[in-house]
């Protein structure tokens, strides 16, 4: 267990370093977040009544996207885990007396949460200091903010445990560039990227809320606007832990099974 | 102790002619070529032993390492090394080996060395007191308190090596893979990796197997020598047997201020500069003393000296004598 921690701590601490790509990303994620704003503001002008969602709803869960995008986005890879496959240098991490899966989910979280932790901040503030319908409001009753925390943490092993599928994917398709964008796009979509479930048909939105896509960001993003409540919150979370035990413990078998047919050529 | 039996791996190795033709075809109908790598291998190398494993280019040694190290399993064979078979009992057999690539890092790179050090002592659990001294050897043995808290990234290649052996040794390995650990070193930085690993293997008695290319290293350091081409071991025996066998030929090398040499049978001159000469004597035709008895007999010799076969031309000698 100390060795986990002492490798989040090093990835972490490893992440804190690129100050500039996080003001960078802030100035990205403040941009898009605006668009989104005014891009729904004009849909709710026209009818309000004609939409699943509140548009105080709509805009928390735009903002909290924005601000939380490096936890709860699918295509946040981590580079040096994916060279590692493709370059051989994952053999210097198959001689450790530790478990490869668990590492690269350890790194991989430590790496969203260090991203996080410098984005998120600036994010929030501004997005708490516009105005009413138009900023990040405060959190749905104490139900809503607990329901955030328990869910997003909860969206963030889920989205790790997908992505830890994606690597080991890699290991079989030498070059994993075509999956990979392909999986990205779609899960972009699938999971509420561009837009919310509840704006999907009804069936879909159905389906999706049952798949391991419907585990991830869609969760914290309305449990925490009270879009999600009550049962239907808590039922939601327990759909979280499902999915993430059963990507966790199939990614973790499948990567021995990748990891009995690793060739490591030359050198 | 390790113990290989019947070692056998096989590579499957995508092939195409090159060509905008050939590629798109390739889009369909995949050829494949099994390369097999490695081929009944079996050796046994005792507690403490030193072993060079030498072999041209693509002969199987890297391969060798990789399954012994638990990295690749093979097709078919039995490996134990000290009770484990590496690829089976990964956890615990990584536990006691340490494994260098001279063409991996791993550092970690945008960390200080003693950040990955300390990353590693707690990856295998070593305690703090053991890694108290054993950090303090490797740092006062390899000189590094100078660049422990510079980031890998920003070392210099004989730096980050020496950094890379430290790192494999800190949780004391009974086994130490190297895989050409002086690649790119300096004259310098060579001569201080390899008096170190001497070091390492009398006083903790590390079992040591070292592949390498520099036959320099292998003269300084290994007893034993395990010959590998095409897959197969072809020759495991002690340098100094090796030497014996092959090398009948001695190079005389001559320092003189006048005179002139005689032709003998043996004798072939190799290279003649004004002042300085030198021949290569076959020791099945005539003797050295024989040979150094022709060579004064007629010149002012000044200096004198009687050289065997180098490691390099031992090793060309065997390539050529097994078609490899």
């Not at chain 2, 054993?134 to 920003?154: F, K, Y």
Request: glycine share 8%; aromatic share 10%.
């Amino acid at each position: 267990m100390k060795a986990y921690m002492s490798f989040f701590r090093i990835r972490f601490l490893g992440g804190l370093q690129y100050r500039i790509a996080a003001l960078a990303g802030v100035a990205t994620q403040l941009a898009w977040g605006g668009l989104y704003v005014l891009l729904y503001k004009a849909f709710y002008e026209a009818d309000a009544s004609a939409f699943p969602m509140t548009f105080r709803q709509v805009t928390d869960y735009n903002w909290l996207r924005q601000a939380f995008l490096t936890l709860l986005f699918v295509w946040m890879l981590d580079r040096e885990t994916l060279e590692s496959i493709s370059s051989g240098a994952v053999a210097y991490e198959v001689v450790r007396p530790t478990d490869l899966y668990l590492m690269w989910f350890t790194k991989n979280v430590a790496m969203r949460l260090s991203r996080a932790v410098l984005r998120c901040v600036p994010v929030l503030l501004f997005a708490f200091l516009l105005p009413a319908p138009y900023g990040l409001s405060l959190p749905a009753g104490i139900e809503g903010f607990i329901g955030f925390f328990v869910t997003l943490f909860l969206a963030l092993g889920n989205v790790v445990a997908f992505v830890m599928l994606l690597y080991i994917a890699s290991f079989f398709t030498m070059n994993p560039t075509g999956l990979r964008v392909l999986m990205l796009s779609l899960t972009e979509f699938l999971s509420g990227g561009l837009i919310p479930l509840p704006f999907m048909p009804p069936l879909l939105q159905k389906i999706l809320e049952f798949s391991p896509f419907g585990a991830m960001m869609n969760m914290p993003l309305r449990a925490y606007s009270g879009s999600l409540s009550g049962p239907a919150l808590w039922t939601g979370a327990a759909l979280q832990v499902f999915w993430l035990i059963v990507m966790a413990g199939g990614g973790r078998l499948w990567m021995g099974r990748a990891l009995r047919r690793l060739q490591v050529q030359g050198g | 102790m390790i113990e290989l039996q019947g070692i056998t791996k096989t590579f499957r190795v995508a092939r195409r002619s090159g060509g905008m033709k050939e590629a798109v075809k390739a889009l369909f109908r995949r050829e494949y070529t099994l390369v097999q790598a490695l081929k009944d291998v079996s050796f046994t190398i005792g507690d403490g032993e030193m072993v060079g494993y030498i072999g041209p280019n693509g002969a199987g040694k890297s391969s060798t390492i990789k399954i012994m190290s638990g990295i690749l399993t093979p097709d078919s064979g039995t490996c134990v090394i000290n009770g484990c078979t590496p690829w089976k009992d990964r956890k615990r057999h990584v536990k006691n080996i340490g494994v260098v690539f001279g063409q991996r890092s791993q550092l970690w790179w945008d960390v200080p060395v003693i950040d990955s050090f300390e990353l590693l002592r707690d990856i295998y659990r070593v305690p703090e007191g053991t890694y108290k001294r054993n950090c303090e050897e490797l740092c006062e043995t390899l000189e590094l308190s100078e660049i422990l808290r510079t980031p890998a990234r920003q070392l210099s290649l004989g730096q980050r090596m020496r950094c890379e052996i430290a790192a494999s040794l800190l949780h004391d390995p009974e086994v130490l893979f190297l895989d050409e650990p002086t690649i790119g070193l300096d004259a310098v930085s060579k001569i201080a990796v390899r008096e170190f690993i001497r070091r390492r293997n009398r006083e903790h008695g590390t079992t040591v197997i070292l592949t390498t290319h520099d036959m320099q290293d292998i003269e300084a350091l290994t007893e034993r020598i395990l010959l590998i081409g095409k897959g197969e071991i072809l020759l495991d025996g002690s340098l100094e047997a090796l030497r014996q066998r092959h090398a009948k030929v001695r190079k005389i090398t001559v320092e003189y201020s006048s005179g002139t040499f005689p032709e003998a049978a043996g004798i072939t001159p190799l290279e003649a500069a004004p002042g300085r000469a030198s021949f290569a004597v076959d020791t099945d035709v005539l003797s050295v003393s024989q040979a150094i008895a022709v060579l004064t007999g007629n010149a002012e010799v000044t200096d004198l000296s009687v050289q065997g076969a180098s490691a390099e031309e031992l090793v060309v000698s065997l390539y050529e004598e097994f078609h490899i």
